[in-house]
């Protein structure tokens, strides 16, 4: 707990501030000023201070309304306000003389723009990440509809997340992607790339923001970017889905390039199900956490078998016998086979040997134990010289992942959040 003020320096959150005048332009200081959450239904209030100014750092993303109130002016409602990952947004009110009794409620305002800072990204908000076909359902794979991102190669199976993205031409080394403000990733590979630690499920992201350019000082380490993620959170409402994505080959159609060359459709079959469950915490005859206290859970299971090949180079069915006659290099030059009884020394530190009549070695010259194993190699599956080998096996990969988030209002002043994720993923390769 004493820790924590360092926590300001990735921040998932949001601020709202502005200045609030009369009709004249003057500024209105002493002004009660309440944003409510419309989701949780959570209130926050500030008296503008003698320059008319008001602040609300700190904001979860989500959806708020604005009140107004001052003795002697009509109150002021600005509602259905957006706010978003890393957001900095200004929003001025004008205060109308007249009784407190009486409301203006300012509707068809255009977005709020961020003035205060000149930070360069992009939002991803939830209906996109959830909307958005993803194979394998990576949220971070929709970074790159922010311009300036390049997605570099993931881990190599999909359930595992992958690679920081390259941002603005930069190593990815040199971006970072948080979760909650949480550093979510690790270097790799003598720390010349940055892998993901934790990749959560497309139903529990709320948001994300890419940003691209001219960061903030608490990102002063990185001249790439940051990705900005935000966890779902409950309201006073429960919300849940369940759902269940397959692929499977038989439902797929082969490629035209493999239909040509006779390459046979690859299996795959992939299931990735799971379910959310959101709302207030609520303990019968116990506690009624509306307004207060809130949780989120989320589980995903993913399975997947796939078609894995690879090859080897094995003797042919002539090598095993002895007959090298028509073993050759790839330009198609023979491979000579020498008699290793006949090396002699032609001059001194100069040797040489003769090769066997036919480039073929006698039968009484290959050991027994030789010729016993070599029946245990598997015979060419192709006419290539080397990698004549083809074996396919079944891949197998599998992982369980899942998050539980309990969000609390202490009071209108202090909140308190927790969330606990797991992920075990398993990489199934068949040992050929």
Do not use: C, W
């Not at 979760?179 to 529990?204: E, H, Q």
């Not at 010729?371 to 079944?394: E, F, H, K």
Request: proline letters at 6%; a positive charge.
């Amino acid at each position: 707990m004493l820790l924590a003020s360092s926590a300001f320096a990735q921040s998932s959150t949001a601020t709202l501030q502005g200045l609030l005048t009369d009709s004249s332009g003057a500024a209105v200081p002493g002004a009660a000023v309440t944003i409510t959450n419309k989701g949780t239904n959570t209130s926050r209030s500030f008296t503008t201070s003698n320059t008319g100014l008001y602040s609300f750092p700190l904001l979860p993303v989500g959806r708020y309304r604005l009140d107004a109130t001052k003795t002697g002016f009509k109150s002021v409602t600005r509602d259905n306000i957006v706010l978003q990952v890393s957001d900095r947004v200004s929003l001025d009110l004008t205060l109308e003389v007249g009784g407190s009794t009486e409301r203006v409620d300012v509707e068809a305002t255009a977005p709020l723009i961020n003035t205060n800072n000149a930070a360069l990204g992009q939002v991803v908000e939830n209906r996109r990440i959830v909307e958005l076909p993803l194979n394998g359902r990576d949220p971070f794979a929709l970074a790159a509809l922010a311009p300036g991102v390049l997605p570099t190669p993931g881990a190599g199976f999909v359930h595992l997340g992958g690679s920081v993205p390259s941002i603005n031409g930069a190593s990815n080394f040199t971006s970072e992607v948080t979760v909650d403000g949480m550093p979510n990733t690790t270097p790799r590979n003598g720390a010349r790339s940055n892998f993901l630690i934790y990749t959560p499920s497309v139903d529990a992201v709320s948001e994300f923001k890419v940003e691209t350019n001219s960061l903030s000082a608490e990102f002063g380490r990185f001249n790439g970017g940051v990705i900005s993620v935000v966890t779902k959170s409950g309201t006073n409402q429960i919300h849940g889905t369940v759902y269940e994505f397959l692929r499977n080959s038989k439902l797929d159609a082969n490629s035209f390039f493999a239909n040509r060359g006779g390459i046979p459709l690859g299996s795959l079959r992939r299931n990735q199900y799971g379910f959310t469950l959101g709302g207030p915490v609520t303990l019968p005859k116990l506690y009624r956490g509306k307004d207060r206290t809130f949780f989120f859970m989320d589980y995903e299971g993913f399975r997947e078998s796939q078609l894995a090949t690879t090859n080897f180079t094995v003797p042919t069915a002539l090598e095993r016998t002895g007959d090298f006659s028509r073993t050759t290099t790839a330009a198609g030059a023979p491979i000579i086979v020498y008699d290793p009884n006949t090396l002699r020394e032609v001059s001194p530190g100069s040797f040489t040997r003769t090769p066997f009549a036919g480039n073929i070695v006698p039968a009484n010259r290959i050991s027994a134990t030789s010729r016993a194993l070599a029946q245990y190699y598997p015979l060419p599956t192709n006419n290539r010289i080397a990698a004549n080998l083809d074996v396919g096996g079944s891949r197998r990969n599998r992982t369980d992942s899942g998050d539980i988030r309990i969000d609390h209002n202490l009071s209108d002043r202090h909140k308190i959040f927790g969330r606990y994720s797991i992920q075990y993923p398993f990489v199934g390769e068949p040992n050929g």
